[in-house]
C-alpha cells in the first residue's frame, strides 16, 4: 500500500507543561429563554430588514420550519426544481435540531441582522464579521479566512447533535462565501474530545434502533460534507484531539497541530469501529501498521509521531503555534482563490465517489456497534464516571 506522506516538519518537540486557559464557558443565558414570544416579534423583524441575501435568507427559512414543523419532513425536491431544492437542503441540514434550538437561533440570527443593518452605514473593521446564529461555534471571517472554532472549552469541545449541524452550516456557508480557505480550530486546551457521549443518552419513545438510525443519518452527511468541501481545508490543532475529530483529519487538506496535541481513536474501548473515512485514509497516509495501532488497539500518537507518519503536515511550539499558524494561513489566504480551488479539486475528484462509500460502509458496521453492549457499557461507565480514557 503506497504512503501519501504529508510534508514533514517537526519542530520543538520540547515537552511543555500542559497549561490551561481560563476556560471560557460559552453558555448562551438566553438559549433556553427564547419564549414564542421573541419568535413572533423575529418574525415581524425580519420583515423590516433590508435583503440579508440569499445564503442568509436559507439560513432564515430553514430555522423557521425546523422551529415550527421540526426536522424536514418532506420530499427532496428533483434536481431542476433549483430553489425549493437549495430550500430543503437547508432545512434537512439542520437534521434534528430541537425546535427550541431552531427559535432560538431564528431568533439570535434576526437580531445580529438587524443590529448590523443598524450600522450598516460604518463599514465594520472585518474582524469584527463574527457571524451570529451559532451556539456551539464561533465563524468568523478576515483575511479570505473562514474560521470555524468549536466553542464548548467546558466539555473540551465534545460534539453534540447540535455542533455536528452547526459545523454543517458553517462549512455550508463557508463554501459558498467568498474566502479563500476554511480553518477548523477549538477554543480552551482541547481541539476536541470527539463525540458528546450524551448523545447517546437522549432515546426517543420509538427506541435505541430510532436514536442509531438518526445517528447514522447525521454522521453520515457530517462526514459527506468533509469529502466535498470545495475550498482549501485546514485543521489548527491548538490542543488534544479524540475520536471523530482526528478521523475527518485525513479529509483536510493541512493539518497543523500545536506541539502539546495529542491524537487518539480509542473505538475498540468504546465498542465501537472507525469512522470518518479513517478505515481507509489512515492506512492510506501512515501505512497499515501505524493505522492498525490506532484504529484496532486506540494507540494515543504524540503531534510529532503524528506529523512523522504523515497525518500532521507541521508542529509548531505551542507558544506560538497560533501567531506562527495564522501568519502562515493570512499569506496562503492571498493565493488566486480560483486556482486553489481548482486544485484541491483535481486531488480529491479522483477519489470522491470512493470515500462517499467507504463513509456509508463504516456508518452501516458504526450502527449495528452502537446498538451492542460493548459499546452501551462503555459509555455508560464513562457517563457514570468509572472510565476514563
Ligand atoms: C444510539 C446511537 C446514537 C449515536 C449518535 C452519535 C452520532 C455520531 C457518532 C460519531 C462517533 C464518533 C466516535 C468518537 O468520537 S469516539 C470518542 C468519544 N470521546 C471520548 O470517549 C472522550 C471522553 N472524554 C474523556 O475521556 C475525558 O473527558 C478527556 C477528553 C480525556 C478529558 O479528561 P479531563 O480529565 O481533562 O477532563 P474531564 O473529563 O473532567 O472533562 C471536562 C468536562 O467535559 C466533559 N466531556 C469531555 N469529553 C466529553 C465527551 N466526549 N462527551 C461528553 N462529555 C465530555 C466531561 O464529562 C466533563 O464534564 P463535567 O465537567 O460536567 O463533569
Not at 204 to 233: H, M, N, Q, T, Y
Not at 249 to 275: C, I, K, M, W
Not at 370 to 378: F, G, H, V
Amino acid at each position: 500500500m503506497a504512503h501519501t506522506k504529508r510534508t514533514l516538519c517537526v519542530r520543538n518537540q520540547k515537552r511543555r507543561s500542559l497549561q490551561v486557559p481560563a476556560l471560557q464557558l460559552h453558555v448562551s443565558k438566553t438559549a433556553m429563554r427564547a419564549s414564542q414570544k421573541d419568535f413572533e416579534s423575529a418574525l415581524s423583524q425580519v420583515k423590516l430588514l433590508k435583503d440579508p441575501g440569499n445564503e442568509v435568507k436559507l439560513k432564515l427559512y430553514a430555522l423557521y420550519k425546523q422551529a415550527t414543523e421540526g426536522p424536514c419532513n418532506t420530499p427532496k425536491p428533483g434536481v431542476f426544481d433549483l430553489i425549493n431544492k437549495a430550500k430543503w437542503d437547508a432545512w434537512n441540514a439542520l437534521g434534528s435540531l430541537p425546535k427550541e434550538t431552531a427559535r432560538q437561533n431564528y431568533v439570535d440570527l434576526v437580531s445580529g441582522l438587524s443590529s448590523s443593518s443598524d450600522s450598516s452605514s460604518q463599514v465594520k473593521p472585518e474582524a469584527d464579521r463574527k457571524q451570529p446564529g451559532y451556539e456551539t461555534l464561533v465563524v468568523t471571517y478576515e483575511d479570505s479566512i473562514t474560521k470555524i472554532m468549536m466553542n464548548r472549552p467546558a466539555k473540551k469541545n465534545a460534539v453534540t447533535t447540535q455542533m455536528y449541524n452547526e459545523i454543517m452550516l458553517a462549512l455550508k456557508a463557508a463554501s459558498k462565501d467568498d474566502s479563500a480557505i476554511t480553518v477548523l480550530t477549538g477554543n480552551g486546551d482541547y481541539y476536541s474530545s470527539g463525540n458528546d457521549l450524551t448523545n447517546f443518552t437522549d432515546i426517543p419513545p420509538e427506541g435505541i434502533e430510532e436514536k442509531a438510525k438518526s445517528g447514522a443519518i447525521l454522521l453520515r452527511d457530517f462526514v459527506d460534507c468533509f469529502i466535498d468541501f470545495p475550498k482549501p481545508l485546514i485543521a489548527a490543532v491548538n490542543g488534544p484531539a479524540v475520536g471523530i475529530s482526528v478521523t475527518i483529519l485525513g479529509l483536510f487538506d493541512t493539518v497543523y497541530a500545536s506541539s502539546r496535541a495529542t491524537f487518539h481513536t480509542p473505538f475498540s474501548h468504546l465498542g465501537q469501529s472507525p469512522e470518518g473515512c479513517s478505515s481507509y485514509t489512515f492506512p492510506k497516509i501512515m501505512g497499515p501498521a501505524k493505522a492498525a495501532e490506532m484504529l484496532i488497539f486506540g494507540k494515543k500518537i504524540t503531534a510529532a509521531e503524528a506529523c512523522a507518519q504523515g497525518l500532521v503536515t507541521e508542529v509548531f511550539p505551542d507558544s506560538t503555534f497560533q501567531k506562527e499558524v495564522w501568519t502562515r494561513l493570512k499569506a496562503y489566504s492571498k493565493l488566486p482563490p480560483n486556482a486553489m480551488r481548482i486544485s484541491k479539486q483535481v486531488i480529491r475528484n479522483r477519489e470522491k465517489e470512493k470515500l462517499h462509500a467507504i463513509n456509508a460502509e463504516e456508518i452501516r458496521v458504526l450502527q449495528e456497534r452502537w446498538l451492542s453492549d460493548e459499546c452501551t457499557n462503555a459509555v455508560m461507565n464513562f457517563l457514570t464516571r468509572k472510565a476514563k480514557l
